[in-house]
């Protein structure tokens, strides 16, 4: 079996090297080559652009950055689908709106690909290791036959249900990520303000059972403020704005979310985009 992957970023690359590690014949592409170094040293092949690498594959792997760009890689002047094999299976694990998903899933069809939307639970940490969570919506037969790839990158797959389900499903997990984070951060901020000590108000807030296990994982890069990406914060930001544009489709009320939403969009324009999204608690500590 011949797989692409597209978008070699903090999670996609990660993704790409476990596929290798894998065994797998595995052929790349993404804007920067660079990104791809490592994985070429290590057996990966290069494609010019995506339209020539989707032509050799049976599995194609899109992990980009919003739907803006699926869109223009996928759908756009060049674009990638009109040259898949008839009958190969496109995975996009891309973080994008259910709608969106729907959307590429019904132009596949009409090309004769198969789809599967398998956005990702987890981080940097989790896809070096293998162990992201795949939130998948399709059909579960195209799920049962890849199945082997993405058990080399992640520890567990949930079929959600039908196209735009995984989808779904992801901006619900980060949309409460992002308010825990939020809620913790202006906790914390409080208890200093007020004079507690910042290494006990931590012990007491993250063993609390109103504490979300996840926060644990970040304590070390609020204690020493060091905020190298794992989850980059304009990331965060943008899938809080699918979440509020999906429930806008839906008719649904988000007070909580939107103003989440407000509060990251000013860390990034406090020149905290490419930080880890747990830089949000230096925006309201200051």
Do not use: C
């Amino acid at each position: 079996m011949k797989i692409g992957f597209i978008g070699l970023g903090i999670m996609g690359s990660r993704m790409a090297a476990n596929l290798l590690k894998g065994g797998h014949n595995l052929t790349v592409y993404n804007r920067t080559k660079s990104k791809a170094n490592e994985l070429l040293k290590n057996g990966a092949k290069w494609a010019d652009n995506p339209v020539s690498l989707v032509k050799e594959v049976d599995v194609l792997i899109t992990m980009l950055e919003k739907p803006d760009v699926v869109n223009l890689v996928a759908l756009g002047e060049g674009g990638f689908l009109n040259a898949m094999k008839p009958n190969s299976i496109w995975i996009d694990v891309s973080t994008v709106n259910p709608s969106f998903s729907k959307k590429l899933s019904e132009t596949a069809t009409a090309k004769n690909v198969r789809f599967l939307d398998a956005p990702v639970s987890g981080s940097k940490v989790p896809a070096e290791k293998g162990e992201l969570i795949f939130l998948v919506g399709g059909n579960e037969n195209d799920l049962k036959e890849v199945q082997p790839l993405l058990d080399l990158m992640g520890s567990k797959t949930l079929h959600i249900g039908q196209h735009g389900m995984g989808s779904a499903m992801k901006i619900m997990i980060n949309q409460m990520l992002g308010q825990a984070m939020l809620a913790f951060s202006e906790s914390l901020s409080l208890g200093i303000a007020m004079g507690i000590d910042k290494t006990k108000a931590m012990d007491v807030l993250l063993n609390s059972a109103v504490s979300a296990p996840i926060l644990t994982a970040f304590r070390s890069r609020i204690e020493e403020e060091n905020y190298e990406p794992n989850f980059p914060l304009k990331h965060l930001q943008k899938d809080l704005q699918l979440f509020t544009d999906t429930a806008f489709e839906y008719q649904k009320a988000t007070p909580l979310t939107n103003t989440a939403k407000e509060v990251y969009a000013i860390a990034k324009q406090q020149e905290m985009a490419d930080l880890d999204f747990s830089a949000v608690f230096q925006l309201l500590n200051k």
